[in-house]
């Protein structure tokens, strides 16, 4: 979503930021967001200037969908006034109205004193290009399956040599555990056409978001949710692919998490004193339920190296995406 906020409102916002907005001194009281009068900003851009002057000053986080402070300004302007990231470019320098100025800047407000996301501020994130609904009932999704998916089974590439399933049409069943908003399950769907698609998640809260997203994207009769921990409520069904994004972050991490991420529902980031609890109980029962050609693709973020001390055993492909390297892993179910 980052990349779609346009690279001119971001190298115009970010020197505009620069100039207006030095960071905030450590432990220094979070600013209030001053009015703004109106008429004293215009276009979006002025908007999206604004808002980087705002973030910057109080020294939020940026890691629910976006990266830095221009794509989540950019992105919080488009969602109020309607537009997909994609066409910032094309409206940057046109005029808001009186009535969404006062949106746009009471979110940005908002995103300022409750440190919450943007995306539980305006209900939506993008992944992969697509909508999705999402609240506090779930964890903002910011997988790197998404990407992985397009690189190696078939979807944005053609490369044969990249492919972890030769042929895409013939996963004809398709897990996903710890599914949470439902979002990596449905940006499967099609990748996998043929597939019919279980996904899993032990929170009841949780699964009512990803019905509503199942239900937005038409996937009620291939695609069906279940609550439960992992693999206990599909019996022994077995699957030609396997996908997860469990809770993987150590006792370390939990401590250090950012008041963004506090918002979010701990049991979706709490992964034991390793943060391999979920992990090492995945990797030991995935493959009583795989096909004999299936495989497993799994997301730890940076516990790499804790996972190979775990299970040496095992020979996990690790796979890279243009923001992460070696954050996810791919296993044959021969292998397992």
Known sequence: MAKRATKAANKAAKKAAK?????????????????????????????????VSRFVEA???????????????????????????????????????????????????RRVSTRKPAAYLVN?????????YVD????????????LLDQHFG?????????????PLSVESMLDLCTGSGCLAI??????????????????????????NVGDYGLQDRLTLHRGDLFKPLGGKRYDLIISNPPY??????AALPRECRTEPKIAFDGGADGLDIVRRILNEAGRHLTPQGGLLCEIGRGRGTVEDAFPQLPLLWLDTEDSD????????ADL
């Open 124 to 132: 939506k994130i993008y992944m992969r290009g697509l909508p999705f």
């Open 19 to 51: 100039k207006a907005a030095p960071r905030r001194r450590a432990g220094s009281k979070v600013p209030k967001v001053a009015k703004v009068a109106a008429g004293e900003l215009l276009t979006l851009l002025d908007f999206v200037r604004y808002a």
């Open 249 to 254: 972050v150590d006792a370390e991490g939990m």
């Open 187 to 212: 940006l499967a769907s099609r990748n996998f056409p043929n597939a019919e698609i279980d996904a899993v998640d032990i929170s009841k809260d949780a699964l009512e978001v990803a019905a509503r």
């Open 59 to 109: 020294d939020l986080v940026f890691a629910h969908g976006t990266t830095d402070p221009v794509a989540e300004a950019a992105f919080i302007v488009c969602e109020i006034l309607h537009l997909h990231p994609d066409q910032f470019e094309n409206f940057a320098t046109a005029r808001v109205t009186a009535a969404e100025a006062k949106s746009i800047l009471d979110v940005i407000a």
């Open 136 to 147: 506090e009932r779930t964890i903002v999704p910011r997988s790197f399956i998404g990407e």
């Open 155 to 167: 979807g944005a590439t053609d490369d044969e040599d990249s492919a972890l399933i030769d042929d």
């Open 326 to 333: 070696g954050e996810v892993f791919w296993i044959a179910a």
